[in-house]
């Protein structure tokens, strides 16, 4: 009984916490998701003492935090002689053990979550068997532990994480240009729902949250949201769902409310869909709007669960003469392939690495990246939408494939990549082939079955399979030489060369821009990445166990051809001296968005001239800019003109002698948690005395750290000292348990030190507030104002009289009280005419005055900040139809008047508004809760009659 107590007294405490923890408006209802990233004890290798009992002694393991990479690797992968097959390098088992106390109700249901782990998983709980998953290293899966856990007492997890070679497991057994590295790479999370819950986006076709936009308009949109509910309970539940849809300063604007009783044991659908007019925007690579859409499920009116996610209104379509078309406009896409993995660590990635990699795309004006060649981080994706970047996004494979259990198990794997990632705007393209061999009936079957309102591309390449996109949306090749285009096919160079130089990648771009049925150009690489030794060798294909072609180095630090794409892509005026890898042999190359570039040295004028004109730079739109000059030593200063006048300048000194280390973390504009699941680069660049990276310098930085954090390194891998390449060494840091600063110096021969420092903070490891964010709901409400035949606005609250008598309106929601009065008599009119144009019902009826003005007074309005608008609409003939309204404003924080100015432009036909709103005035008001707030009307014409035809009140924060 004093144990039933004590948890009883945890459980009230864990949920007052977290009920503080949330913010305004935010109900989680019983759902808990708390990270287990930290806190890990780890042993490579296999285990035959029984690793999976509860008294287990892993007291001489490993302490880790997730993600994790079970062996860190030199950056030439140990120079391990094996091929891309990759049958033994990397293929162990890891172990992983945790102790976690779980604080839930005895009737919750609880769960442990895998964003994914290489290879296969076993899962043990207190000592016994929970089971295994063995279809993808690369996809979320779940286990339902509910029945192995003891609650309010602590609970041993152990988790066996196989990377063996396998026959049935894409891609093995076959080879592939990327490694496969094993472990607890992505994040781990403890969940735990009520039995009546949202179920999760993977189980099922009807499964979690499926969110579409049937209808993408210009001006509103309509979205559809199917949201599956699964009762566990032994008996029937009387269920509610309440779905928000917010804006994204946090208000709701739309509000949604289905109820049902779902038998025991049966999950049910709900689809609810609603039109956004009001507070309408698109989503694109301008403007990457998202909206939220929260959710709570209730009981018996109590609430039990919630869910949440985010969408973009946009529509495109793939259009003969015009490519790809965006929310009506033509787009062309250029972009990159992205592999995850990162040097010395592979594919564990912290999600702070996913978005400032995502960063780093955009502002290099990138618009599409494919994620090559198999499904990536939640973060990366939810980065990509919310920073606007487009994603082809495929399951893993590369060339050959398998038997039937081998594409039994890509198929359970592709539906669970589209299941969990279809919500996502950013996602255009789902890939429905296998790299270098084109189409594949049953990806393509299977991502339309799941999908059919995305675009499905081939992976073709030009050497085999069909010349155009098959039986796909989408003829998505290769081109490294001067590939034919299709005859017919709507075409994207999946890959395409690149040279630090840019040049490689100008041509290739230019080339497909200049086809209006080629619609993207993605080069490969967009940052270079480890790979084993080719099982073919000859000259062709003997390569290093780094790529150098990307657009960014394996420690994501840009070369040269970075700023080529900023030049052709991003608006903002830009000139840029390439550094002397490539601005050498006679030329510098220079990257401009000007119309023209001078190129001085030493202050003295080389050539002031017009962008490269070269037959295969004819498309582009901002082609580099080569200057014939022999750079030795001095300065050069290139300034970009446009129109004649100076824009923009950028001075480069030659490299010269090393002189000091300039130290400098990644990534510094985002928390840097403790505990070692989130790490940093640090990056020494060697640089002269001008503060130029001396490119040339091969010099070892040896790295140290102080305070808390620990560098990455085990001794073996030669991270440290580490080599510069190209001017700069890097070596990652983890923050210890206690937060706090760390201070990192690097030193080398012969040259000054240098340091810096960065500061952790601590790590909460509830991810429903570290995610959750305010929900302003408050009322909206619509008014219709009319006579006794008008014609009410769609959805709107009805305001109707006839005399003197009717001049007062009660919102419903909120009991305010709205008056009219005038010192001229009232008309009313609403005699079932009609006009034409947006809100045109609100326009057509209303009331008016012969002259004078028109008074507004609002009593019992909550305290706070409001929107107030409108709407004067005459439908009388009797008076020209303009804005000039004057309108006064009496509220808590004094007497305002202004002239409206609103609509710009006149309207000159009482019927007819255009593809306009009927002549509105928006007012800003306040109330101190107790006071009215009166807003007077006056026409400034003097003859005329003055109208009031509806309302919309909105609280604001």
Same mark, same amino acid.
């Given at each position: 009984?004093?144990?039933?107590?004590?948890?009883?007294?945890?459980?009230?405490?864990?949920?007052?916490?977290?009920?503080?923890?949330?913010?305004?408006?935010?109900?989680?209802?019983?759902?808990?998701?708390?990270?287990?990233?930290? %806190?890990?004890?780890?042993?490579?290798?296999?285990?035959?003492?029984?690793?999976?009992?509860?008294?287990?002694?892993?007291?001489?393991?490993?302490?880790?935090?997730?993600?994790?990479?079970?062996?860190?690797?030199?950056?030439?992968?140990?120079?391990?002689?094996?091929?891309?097959?990759?049958?033994?390098?990397?293929?162990?088992?890891?172990?992983?053990?945790?102790?976690?106390?779980?604080?839930?109700?005895?009737?919750?249901?609880?769960?442990?979550?895998?964003?994914?782990?290489?290879?296969?998983?076993?899962?043990?709980?207190?000592?016994?068997?929970?089971?295994?998953?063995?279809?993808? !290293?690369?996809?979320?899966f779940h286990f339902d532990i509910t029945d192995y856990v003891q609650l309010g007492k602590e609970n041993s997890i152990a988790i066996k994480a196989d990377n063996s070679y396998s026959q049935v497991i894409a891609p093995d057994p076959h080879r592939t240009d990327y490694v496969k590295y094993g472990g607890l790479y992505r994040d781990v999370y403890l969940v735990t729902t009520n039995k009546l819950h949202v179920n999760y986006n993977w189980e099922d076709f009807d499964a979690g949250v499926h969110i579409t936009t049937p209808t993408v308009n210009k001006h509103n949109g309509t979205v559809t949201i199917k949201t599956t509910v699964k009762n566990e309970n032994d008996t029937a539940k009387k269920t509610n769902i309440v779905t928000h849809i917010i804006n994204r300063d946090g208000y709701v604007i739309k509000k949604l409310v289905s109820e049902i009783s779902i038998a025991a044991n049966t999950t049910h659908t709900f689809r609810q869909s609603a039109t956004i007019e009001d507070d309408y925007h698109l989503w694109s690579p301008d403007s990457p709007y998202l909206y939220r859409v929260n959710s709570v499920i209730y009981t018996n009116e109590t609430p039990v669960d919630f869910v949440e996610n985010t969408f973009g209104f946009r529509k495109f379509s793939l259009e003969?003469?015009? !490519?790809?078309?965006?929310?009506?406009?033509?787009?062309?896409?250029?972009?990159?392939?992205?592999?995850?993995?990162?040097?010395?660590?592979?594919?564990?990635?912290?999600?702070?690495?996913?978005?400032?990699?995502?960063?780093?795309?955009?502002?290099?004006?990138?618009?599409?990246?494919?994620?090559?060649?198999?499904?990536?981080?939640?973060?990366?994706?939810?980065?990509?939408?919310?920073?606007?970047?487009?994603?082809?996004?495929?399951?893993?494979?590369?060339?050959?494939?398998?038997?039937?259990?081998?594409?039994?198990?890509?198929?359970?794997?592709?539906?669970?990549?589209?299941?969990?990632?279809?919500n996502h705007p950013s996602i255009i393209v789902w890939g429905a082939g296998i790299n270098h061999r084109g189409p594949v009936p049953r990806m393509q079957t299977v991502a339309k079955e799941e999908d059919p309102f995305r675009l499905t591309a081939s992976a073709s390449a030009p050497?085999? %399979?069909?010349?155009?996109?098959?039986?796909?949306?989408?003829?998505?090749?290769?081109?490294?030489?001067?590939?034919?285009?299709?005859?017919?096919?709507?075409?994207?160079?999946?890959?395409? %060369?690149?040279?630090?130089?840019?040049?490689?990648?100008?041509?290739?771009?230019?080339?497909?821009?200049?086809?209006?049925?080629?619609?993207?150009?993605?080069?490969?690489?967009?940052?270079?990445?480890?790979?084993l030794q080719p099982d073919i060798v000859d000259d062709q294909w003997s390569r290093d166990f780094m790529t150098t072609y990307g657009v960014l180095s394996p420690y994501r630090v840009p070369k040269p051809v970075y700023y080529w794409y900023q030049s052709e892509l991003v608006e903002k005026p830009i000139v840029h001296i390439a550094d002397e890898t490539v601005s050498k042999d006679g030329k510098v190359r220079v990257f401009s968005n000007c119309q023209e570039v001078a190129l001085y040295y030493n202050n003295e004028l080389i050539a002031r001239q017009l962008p490269d004109n070269e037959l295969t730079k004819l498309n582009l739109n901002h082609p580099s800019f080569t200057f014939k000059h022999n750079w030795k030593e001095g300065t050069l200063k290139a300034i970009g003109y446009s129109n004649g006048e100076k824009?923009?300048?950028?001075?480069?000194?030659?490299?010269?002698?090393?002189?000091?280390?300039?130290?400098?973390?990644?990534?510094?504009d985002q928390p840097f948690y403790a505990g070692g699941s989130d790490i940093r680069l640090v990056y020494a660049s060697i640089l002269d005395e001008n503060n130029e990276v001396v490119t040339a310098a091969k010099k070892e930085i040896q790295f140290s750290v102080s305070g808390a954090g620990e560098l990455i390194d085990n001794g073996k891998i030669y991270a440290n000292p580490a080599l510069a390449y190209n001017g700069v060494a890097a070596i990652y840091v983890k923050g210890t348990s206690d937060f706090g600063s760390i201070t990192v110096t690097?030193?080398?021969?012969?040259?000054?030190?240098?340091?810096?420092?960065?500061?952790?903070?601590?790590?909460?490891?509830?991810?429903?507030?570290?995610?959750?964010?305010?929900?302003?709901?408050?009322?909206?409400?619509?008014?219709?104002?009319?006579?006794?035949?008008?014609?009410?606005?769609?959805?709107?609250?009805?305001?109707?009289?006839?005399?003197?008598?009717?001049?007062?309106?009660?919102?419903?929601?909120?009991?305010?009280?709205?008056?009219?009065?005038?010192?001229?008599?009232?008309?009313?009119?609403?005699?079932?005419?009609?006009?034409?144009?947006?809100?045109?019902?609100?326009?057509?009826?209303?009331?008016?005055?012969?002259?004078?003005?028109?008074?507004?007074?609002?009593?019992?309005?909550?305290?706070?900040?409001?929107?107030?608008?409108?709407?004067h609409h005459a439908r009388k003939t009797d008076i020209k139809l303009t804005n000039d309204i004057e309108v006064t404003v009496e509220d808590a924080d004094g007497k305002f008047t202004?002239?409206?100015?609103?609509?710009?432009?006149?309207?000159?036909?009482?019927?007819?508004?255009?593809?306009?709103?009927?002549?509105?005035?928006?007012?800003?008001?306040?109330?101190?809760?107790?006071?009215?707030?009166?807003?007077?009307?006056?026409?400034?014409?003097?003859? !005329?009659?003055?109208?009031?035809?509806?309302l919309i009140l909105k609280q604001i924060k």
């Open positions: 009984m004093k144990k039933l107590q004590i948890i009883i007294i945890a459980l009230l405490l864990s949920s007052h916490v977290k009920a503080q923890q949330l913010p305004e408006g935010f109900n989680a209802g019983d759902r808990t998701k708390t990270n287990l990233n930290i %806190g890990w004890k780890f042993h490579l290798g296999d285990v035959t003492n029984s690793p999976t009992a509860i008294d287990f002694d892993d007291s001489t393991w490993q302490n880790v935090s997730v993600p994790h990479t079970p062996q860190l690797v030199s950056y030439e992968m140990d120079s391990i002689k094996e091929t891309w097959v990759q049958e033994k390098y990397l293929r162990d088992i890891s172990w992983y053990r945790k102790k976690v106390t779980i604080n839930a109700n005895t009737s919750d249901k609880v769960f442990l979550e895998f964003e994914a782990v290489h290879n296969a998983t076993e899962l043990w709980v207190n000592g016994e068997l929970v089971g295994n998953y063995a279809v993808n !290293g690369y996809v979320p003969k003469g015009k !490519g790809f078309v965006l929310n009506g406009e033509p787009l062309f896409l250029v972009g990159a392939n992205r592999h995850q993995s990162y040097p010395n660590i592979g594919d564990a990635v912290p999600n702070s690495f996913h978005y400032n990699e995502a960063l780093q795309y955009k502002n290099a004006g990138m618009n599409i990246i494919r994620l090559s060649h198999y499904t990536q981080d939640d973060a990366f994706i939810k980065a990509c939408d919310e920073l606007g970047i487009f994603i082809y996004e495929e399951p893993s494979t590369w060339i050959e494939w398998g038997d039937d259990n081998w594409f039994s198990n890509l198929e359970k794997a592709t539906r669970t990549m589209i299941r969990n990632h279809r050497w085999d %399979g069909p010349k155009n996109e098959g039986i796909t949306d989408v003829h998505a090749t290769m081109d490294y030489r001067r590939t034919e285009f299709p005859e017919s096919a709507f075409t994207m160079v999946m890959e395409h %060369g690149s040279s630090p130089n840019s040049e490689v990648n100008q041509f290739h771009i230019s080339r497909y821009k200049g086809n209006k049925n080629n619609f993207a150009a993605i080069t490969w690489l967009g940052a270079d990445y480890n790979h824009v923009i300048e950028f001075i480069r000194e030659k490299e010269g002698k090393p002189h000091h280390l300039h130290v400098e973390y990644n990534i510094t690097a030193k080398a021969a012969g040259i000054k030190s240098g340091k810096a420092s960065i500061k952790t903070v601590k790590f909460n490891t509830n991810e429903i507030a570290n995610n959750a964010t305010p929900i302003y709901d408050y009322p909206i409400t619509r008014v219709d104002i009319g006579g006794e035949k008008q014609l009410v606005q769609f959805e709107w609250e009805e305001w109707t009289g006839n005399s003197d008598q009717q001049l007062s309106y009660s919102i419903k929601e909120t009991n305010t009280n709205i008056a009219i009065s005038s010192s001229q008599k009232i008309n009313w009119l609403g005699d079932g005419t009609s006009m034409l144009g947006d809100l045109s019902f609100v326009g057509t009826d209303g009331v008016f005055v012969e002259k004078g003005e028109v008074q507004m007074k609002l009593t019992n309005l909550n305290a706070g900040k409001y929107t107030l608008e409108t709407f202004r002239t409206s100015d609103d609509h710009i432009v006149n309207y000159y036909d009482n019927s007819s508004s255009g593809e306009r709103r009927p002549i509105s005035i928006k007012s800003m008001i306040i109330s101190d809760g107790s006071n009215p707030v009166t807003l007077k009307f006056k026409s400034k014409n003097e003859k !005329g009659s003055l109208w009031l035809n509806g």
